[in-house]
């Protein structure tokens, strides 16, 4: 998904921040535990169209962010090179 698109958009409920899930092409809010589509390239922010999310599938999303970051650091951390 494109950077700026990420940047600009907010939950339509709570107007909190959107992270995006890449495995499952949607955006999700971790306050409303709600997940939006993308459909067509198009994020569909209507409120009646979002999955409802588990808390433990919130949970699972956090730690391969953290992971990823993590993984990240490292690999740029000078005794990798």
């Known amino acids: 998904m494109d950077a700026k698109i990420t940047e ?8 909190g ?4 899930n890449e495995k ?3 955006f999700y ?3 409303d535990m709600k ?8 994020p569909c922010m209507v409120p009646t169209e979002a ?7 919130i949970e699972e999303l956090d730690k391969n962010e953290l992971y990823r970051h993590y993984s990240c650091s490292l690999s740029q951390h000078p005794s990798a090179q």
């Open 24 to 26: 499952k092409k949607e």
């Open 17 to 20: 921040p959107l992270l995006w």
């Open 51 to 57: 999955r409802e999310m588990k808390e433990e599938e």
């Open 35 to 42: 997940a939006f589509p993308v459909i067509d390239g198009i």
């Open 29 to 31: 809010c971790r306050s």
């Open 8 to 15: 600009i958009l907010v939950c339509p409920l709570c107007k």
